[in-house]
């Protein structure tokens, strides 16, 4: 198999696997060497900081000498103190040396180092510190402590500080190595890279894009309709042989286009025809003999001709049919409106009748009202009459009581005076017995009797007038008690009256108050009737304006030639006979109940 028939993405994955193996090498030689030269770094500070910590223990003993020197020339304690300190900072020093520094031969160099200052603590500082602390051998102490000791410690931290320098050249030519390495392996990767990717850019530009630019121009003669050309490629098994093909079956489909196209032209041709009768309204017009593959246009535009042959046909009737019935309905609608103001004067005039008569009745009804009123005043006085007739009567009958009484009193009276002229008669016949003694006796008896009689007479005289009295008094019980009979009659006559009248008042209120309710449903088809005419007026102008519309609608219509067709009855006439049929009825029936109406009230 070559490579021209290797799938596309098959040489575009080989191309980038060799790029992409190529890189990777490249980029593991350089990451191993990039690893490398951090560690060396890493060691690098390692080394230095073991470097300073080896000072750090030089250091703490040259200080603790200096310390036991001024201790044992100033005699301070502090300068013991610092010593001290000194001490223990060097074995401090000493364990971060061997942490930085972890190698063997520097470990033997640190303890012997460290030998060497437990050496110089135990033969030089002690007998120094022991010949101090005794007065006599003070000058002796500080003669030892200004003789030499460091020399085997300075000599132990030069050895180390070589040996770490040791270490130090030899990371440093490690470091030099691993960047030549990533410097080697940078450009021999890069040039690798870059002549790889030529190559395959050549290789895959040879492959896969002059073919493609050859089928481009190919595609390009065939959209300048230049159909006789050769395919290039079109023998590969790739994706460019299959785009050959592709545009094979595009050039085949391009010729078979040319020829629908001249015979879609031709059809084309005379359906602009056939539209050209249409917009003339020729609705004749007819297509024969198409190609096949347009027989199913031909036979739609013949269908739809005929279709619209017949709703033409069909419209030209409704058109006249709505010319007539538009006519009908503006001669209607003008004597609609003309009736219509005539009902709304009628209504106008009946509504001011009926106003006038709703303010009589409540005039009626205010009358009725007040002499309502007025009965009901006098009916309780003619009660507060019959109530001071009652007492009349029994003050009557009190006076003839007391007239009785009287009667007796003066029978009595008489009595008295009959038995007092008695005695007197008495008194006198024994005064005349007496002789002279009693005549003096006999002049009273005298007087008395004289005076018995006179009461006898005036009590007959009083018992007379009282007798005639009590007869008048008879009289008038009985005439006043005529009169209370006769205003107890009138009481009862007013209270009947009264009830007569109330019912009268509300009568005349309800038939005020249902004459009101006419009144102002009057007054509210008053109001309708007004809108009627209105709408009655909108209707007639909208008729008219129908009317012409529906002339030059006709005028378009009857562009269209269609032939001859039977001319249906109208709708509009049927609904219009049917409408004013409704409204006969419907006037018959409102007529009857309010005729109904009014004469029950």
């Known amino acids: 198999m070559t490579i021209r028939n290797i799938a596309i993405p098959r040489k575009l994955a080989l191309a980038f696997a060799v790029l992409i193996a190529t890189f990777s090498?490249?980029?593991?030689?350089?990451?191993?060497?990039?690893?490398?030269?951090?560690?060396?770094?890493?060691?690098?500070?390692?080394?230095?900081?073991?470097?300073?910590?080896?000072?750090?223990?030089?250091?703490?003993?040259?200080?603790?000498?200096?310390?036991?020197?001024?201790?044992?020339l100033l005699g301070k304690p502090a300068f013991l103190d610092t010593y001290k300190e000194n001490a223990a900072a060097i074995t401090a020093a000493a364990a971060e040396f061997n942490r930085h520094a972890a190698r063997p031969d520097q470990g033997e160099r640190v303890r012997r180092f460290l030998?060497?200052?437990?050496?110089?603590?135990?033969?030089?500082?002690?007998?120094?510190?022991?010949?101090?602390?005794?007065?006599?051998?003070?000058?002796?102490?500080?003669?030892?402590?200004?003789?030499?000791?460091?020399?085997?410690?300075?000599?132990?931290?030069?050895?180390?500080?070589?040996?770490?320098?040791?270490?130090?050249?030899?990371?440093?030519?490690?470091?030099?190595?691993?960047?030549?390495?990533?410097?080697?392996?940078?450009?021999?990767?890069?040039?690798?890279?870059?002549?790889?990717?030529?190559?395959?850019?050549?290789?895959?530009?040879?492959?896969?894009?002059?073919?493609?630019v050859a089928i481009a121009?190919?595609?390009?003669?065939?959209?300048?309709?230049?159909?006789?050309?050769?395919?290039?490629?079109?023998?590969?098994?790739?994706?460019?042989?299959?785009?050959?093909?592709?545009?094979?079956?595009?050039?085949?489909?391009?010729?078979?286009?040319?020829r629908d196209e001249q015979e879609r032209q031709a059809v084309f041709a005379e359906v602009g025809d056939g539209l050209a009768r249409l917009a003339d309204a020729d609705l004749a017009a007819r297509f024969s003999d198409f190609p096949p593959a347009y027989a199913k246009l031909e036979q739609d535009f013949n269908a739809a001709m005929d279709a619209m042959a017949q709703v033409m046909g069909a419209v030209t009737s409704a058109t006249n049919g709505i010319n007539d019935g538009a006519a009908d309905i503006r001669a209607a609608s003008d004597d609609l409106s003309q009736r219509t103001e005539q009902q709304a004067a009628s209504l106008e005039e009946t509504a001011a009748a009926m106003e006038e008569i709703t303010s009589t009745v409540k005039e009626t009804a205010a009358s009725a009202a007040q002499a309502n009123q007025t009965v009901e005043a006098a009916r309780v006085e003619a009660e507060q009459s019959a109530e001071v007739v009652e007492r009349a009567v029994a003050a009557m009958g009190g006076i003839e009581r007391a007239s009785s009484e009287i009667g007796e009193i003066i029978g009595v009276i008489d009595a008295i005076a009959f038995q007092t002229n008695l005695l007197a008669l008495n008194a006198g016949v024994e005064?005349?017995?007496?002789?002279?003694?009693?005549?003096?006796?006999?002049?009273?008896?005298?007087?008395?009797?004289?005076?018995?009689?006179?009461?006898?007479?005036?009590?007959?005289?009083?018992?007379?007038?009282?007798?005639?009295?009590?007869?008048?008094?008879?009289?008038?019980?009985?005439?006043?008690?005529?009169?209370g009979d006769a205003l107890a009659r009138i009481s009862a006559r007013v209270g009947e009256l009264s009830g007569l009248v109330r019912t009268i008042a509300t009568a005349a209120e309800q038939q005020a108050t249902g004459l009101q309710q006419v009144n102002t449903a009057v007054a509210e088809?008053?109001?309708?009737?007004?809108?009627?005419?209105?709408?009655?007026?909108?209707?007639?102008?909208?008729?008219?304006?129908?009317?012409?519309?529906?002339?030059?609608?006709?005028?378009?219509v009857a562009r269209f030639r269609v032939g001859a067709t039977p001319r249906p009855a109208s709708p509009v006439h049927q609904l219009q006979q049917r409408a004013a049929a409704g409204v006969r009825r419907l006037a018959g029936a409102r007529a009857t109940a309010v005729s109904d109406d009014w004469s029950g009230f």
């Not at 080896?54 to 044992?72: F, I, P, T």
């Not at 003669?143 to 270490?167: C, H, N, P, T, V």
């Not at 088809?525 to 012409?548: F, H, I, P």
């Open 431 to 483: 005064a005349a017995r007496a002789g002279d003694a009693g005549k003096g006796f006999a002049v009273v008896a005298s007087e008395v009797r004289a005076l018995a009689q006179r009461s006898a007479e005036a009590a007959r005289d009083v018992k007379g007038k009282i007798t005639a009295a009590t007869g008048q008094v008879d009289a008038g019980v009985t005439l006043v008690n005529a009169a």
């Open 25 to 72: 090498i490249v980029s593991l030689v350089v990451f191993a060497n990039v690893r490398t030269l951090h560690q060396v770094a890493v060691t690098r500070d390692e080394a230095k900081l073991a470097s300073d910590h080896a000072d750090d223990m030089l250091n703490g003993v040259v200080e603790g000498q200096s310390a036991v020197r001024g201790y044992v």
């Open 115 to 212: 030998a060497a200052v437990e050496t110089w603590q135990r033969t030089k500082v002690e007998p120094t510190l022991a010949a101090f602390a005794d007065p006599a051998t003070r000058e002796q102490a500080r003669e030892l402590a200004g003789s030499k000791q460091l020399g085997a410690m300075r000599d132990s931290i030069k050895e180390i500080q070589a040996a770490q320098q040791a270490w130090v050249d030899q990371q440093d030519a490690a470091q030099r190595h691993a960047e030549t390495m990533v410097t080697l392996a940078l450009a021999l990767g890069g040039a690798i890279a870059v002549a790889l990717a030529g190559a395959m850019g050549m290789l895959l530009s040879r492959s896969i894009a002059r073919p493609v």
């Open 525 to 556: 088809m008053d109001n309708v009737t007004q809108q009627n005419a209105a709408m009655v007026e909108e209707a007639t102008a909208a008729a008219r304006s129908l009317a012409v519309e529906a002339d030059s609608l006709a005028q378009q």
């Open 217 to 258: 121009s190919v595609m390009e003669e065939l959209a300048a309709g230049r159909h006789q050309v050769a395919l290039p490629s079109a023998d590969r098994r790739d994706e460019i042989g299959t785009m050959a093909r592709a545009v094979a079956v595009f050039r085949d489909a391009a010729v078979e286009k040319a």
